[in-house]
């Protein structure tokens, strides 16, 4: 059965799902919470976590030596191969089971966690191929647009307009010049897969899509929308506000992926415009002071409204067609 709001609250209550307080990350960020998000569901489906981590914000905030934020089974890996490392784990406990060396009744879910860094850029190469083998593990992007570990360099999610230190806004540029690279559909077209978009703002959606990827047959990937509250100045306490703008504004469309069915699973009728998510953030602030600000911010109104108008085709082309 589905879980419910109150089943959850409880759990988040009563324990650490799989990671703890005390961890260093910055206050306000929204990537342990996308971390508690997707393990307490697991747990509370009855499944034992098994945790694979990129380098990156989460994994070096957590893991400080000689401490460890992560009281699960928990998998240090280099930026490039968590997708492949994870999918070396799945394979020996499925090689386990079938010696009788693991009960055939044991739940373990396999999630490999990685910023937009080691996903979109650096670890897409292995990530692909663990997706294309066909590995049952959860791959879950912390997406904060940005390899904001090393200090806010422009990676493939960063938007235009965005100021970063490797593409600032300045006299003669306006950031970035080229659109954010669309991973969901990069990962979407690897074909036997699940892949889904989620936002802070609305948990019972993410937590629903990730009950759906356990439970499916196969590899699935998950986008989480996950401010960083220090390089996007916003304050502390703003980073579920955002993804909530994210979503209104059609920024971050929320839909999922069903080996080629497309479903959005949160229409917005009555979309608010993206300007006023630029606005509410100070990285995009030296784009703002501008002369050519509108017309940066019109491209990207432009890309977002034609983006969502082609995944309700893609809802309607696929609606009545059957999952295989």
Known sequence: ????????????????????????????????????????????KGYEPVVGLATGCLE?????????????????????NVAATISGVETA?????KRGEIPADKKLAFFAFAGDGGTYDIGLQSLSGAVERGHKFIYIVY?????????NQRSGS????????????????????????N?????????????ATVALSEPMDFMKKIEKALEFDGPSFIAAHSACVRFWRVTDDKAVETSKLAVETLYWPLYEVERGVYR???KVTNPRPVADYIKSQGRFKPLLSRPDAQEVIDEIQEYVNRRYERLLALEEATKDKPIR
């Not at 759990?11 to 990671?19: A, V």
């Not at 406990?93 to 089971?97: G, N, T, W």
């Not at 938007?159 to 690279?181: C, E, F, I, N, W």
């Not at 991973?183 to 892949?195: K, P």
Request: charged share 15%; hydrophobic share 40%; glycine share 6%.
């Open 158 to 181: 960063t938007p235009p307009g965005s100021d970063t230190t490797t593409a600032p806004v300045g006299k003669k540029l306006p950031g970035k010049a080229q659109l954010k690279k």
């Open 264 to 266: 959005v699973t949160k």
């Open 93 to 97: 406990f499925r090689a386990a089971k």
């Open 183 to 195: 991973i969901v559909e990069i990962m979407a077209a690897h074909e036997n897969v699940y892949v």
């Open 1 to 44: 059965m589905p879980l419910n709001a109150i089943e959850l609250a409880k759990l988040f209550h009563d324990k650490n799902p799989g990671i703890t307080q005390g961890h260093r990350m910055c206050p306000g960020c929204a990537a342990p919470n996308v971390v508690k998000f997707a393990l307490m569901t697991a747990i509370a």
């Open 143 to 151: 997406d904060n647009e940005g390899y904001m570990n090393t200090g």
């Open 60 to 80: 070096v905030s957590t893991t400080i030596y000689p401490y460890t934020a992560w009281n699960i089974p928990y998998i240090h890996n280099a930026f490039e």
